[in-house]
């Protein structure tokens, strides 16, 4: 089946730790983003990035950082430097960054600071 | 800044209800809007996607039109379920690469 895997579906992470969420599709698609979802607030735009080894940031990217090595897998780090970091986690893709095209969602990785 | 409204936050019907969920932005120059459904703790369900120069989309008992020039779009559901209880979320695209999202309209369908 084709589509968006995300993962630890739930993540714990103490003070002053850095941690990873994992994003992967195997849709073949060239964009992808990270969006974060706080209670009450709309997702918002975290980084994105249009083909390998090129990202962009979004509207809250401060604290947070990504890497795109490989077509499939858009990584995300959530650094100490980010002061309040628990939300709901979403990665999306789409075929390319061209304004027509649809975005498909993962299931998500809850992220909690102890 | 592109701001996205949906109203009512929350709305609870009996089943068989026709529906209708409301979506508003402020600025018309959008390339499309999608509207999704999310379960709790899940991900995002695409349902729709209207590009600017349409309309309307359908798909089974959904119906989303969208009227750029007042900035208002509204996803229509014919014979409410419980299993469409959910969160409906609108977006819109904005500069070729981001969506805009509201904050959702709670539904609760009930039997």
């Known amino acids: 089946d084709g589509g968006i895997t995300q993962s630890p579906k739930y993540l714990f992470r103490k003070e002053g730790q850095n941690v990873t969420l994992s994003c992967e599709q195997n849709l073949n698609h060239d964009a992808m983003y990270w969006y974060r979802q706080d209670p009450g607030q709309g997702l918002r735009l975290i980084y994105y990035?249009?083909?390998?080894?090129?990202?962009q940031k979004g509207d809250i990217a401060e604290g947070y950082s990504v890497s795109r090595e490989k077509k499939e897998s858009f990584p995300l780090t959530v650094t100490s430097a980010q002061k309040n970091p628990t939300a709901f986690y979403l990665c999306a893709s789409s075929i390319d960054w061209q304004s027509y095209n649809e975005q498909f969602f993962g299931p998500g990785t809850r992220l909690t600071v102890l | 800044k592109q701001e996205v409204t949906q109203i009512p936050a929350a709305l609870s019907v009996p089943e068989g209800e026709n529906l209708v969920l409301n979506c508003s932005f402020t600025?018309?120059?959008?390339?499309?809007l999608q509207w999704f459904r999310q379960d709790p703790g899940k991900g995002l369900t695409s349902l729709l996607l209207?590009?600017?120069?349409?309309r309307e989309q359908t798909s089974g008992r959904l119906n989303a039109s969208l009227d750029k020039s007042s900035g208002r779009s509204t996803l229509y559901i014919a014979a409410s379920q419980p299993g469409d209880s959910a969160t409906y979320l609108c977006?819109?695209?904005?500069?070729?690469?981001?969506?805009?999202f509201g904050k959702g309209t709670s539904l609760l369908v009930t039997p």
């Open positions: 209207i590009q600017s120069s349409q």
């Open positions: 990035s249009q083909i390998v080894n090129d990202f």
């Open positions: 600025d018309s120059a959008i390339y499309n």
């Open positions: 977006a819109v695209l904005r500069s070729g690469y981001a969506l805009n």
